[in-house]
């Protein structure tokens, strides 16, 4: 659990140290949406033998890019294209999740690039492709596999600037080998 921790720590870290690199390069005349998002965090398995075999708090990270609008008005609605990945392993099992999908990404508030203060909260939904891969040691004797299914989440969030963000999220997704990969995520965010 300590090296998922610093893995944690060093992607704030990096994501950090990138958005202030942006900020310099793009200074504060950028008036476009950002269109890529990196996230990186912590995923919470709800099933317990997926905590067994993966570990209460395992890597959570993900890849969004959000299609760009094309009418004049900027809207509260953005659909976006999403990877995102969760696992980990203990015990001498492991469950990982492999995930592509579509997501629309909603606010209340219209979004206003320019603006570098003030929280704007956001929720949404997504569903995909979800690749399982699980070696389950719980039972006897151990059992492995990999299952293409669908599934699906719903996630909130709140942009703190107009680059960085923080984000929870519960996955859905079927279960494989009496391992259910579902669970709550927490995630901070760049947006570029």
Same mark, same amino acid.
């Given at each position: 659990m300590k090296r998922i921790f610093a893995h944690i720590i060093a992607g704030c870290v990096l994501m950090t140290l990138a958005g202030a690199a942006h900020a310099q390069v793009v200074g504060q005349s950028n008036q476009n949406q950002s269109q890529f998002s990196v996230k990186v965090g912590g995923f919470f398995p709800t099933n317990a033998s997926a905590s067994d075999n993966s570990g209460s708090t395992v890597l959570s990270a993900g890849l969004d890019y959000a299609i760009p609008s094309t009418g004049q008005n #900027?809207?509260?609605s953005l659909p976006s294209l999403y990877f995102d990945y969760d696992g980990g392993s203990r015990n001498g099992g492991h469950v990982d999740t492999y995930g592509v999908g579509v997501a629309v990404r909603s606010s209340s508030? $219209? #979004?206003? $690039?320019?603006?570098?203060? @003030? !929280?704007?909260?956001? &929720? @949404?939904l997504g569903v995909g492709y979800y690749d399982v891969q699980v070696k389950n040691t719980h039972v006897a004797p151990s059992v492995s596999g990999t299952k293409a299914t669908f599934g699906g989440k719903v996630?909130?969030?709140?942009? !703190?600037? #107009? #680059? &960085?963000f923080v984000e929870a999220n519960y996955q859905l997704i079927s279960s494989e080998k009496s391992v259910n990969p579902s669970g709550f995520g927490a995630q901070v965010g760049l947006r570029f």
């Open positions: #900027s809207t509260t508030v $219209p #979004s206003n $690039p320019a603006s570098k203060a @003030g !929280l704007q909260p956001y &929720f @949404g996630f909130v969030g709140v942009n !703190l600037t #107009s #680059s &960085f």
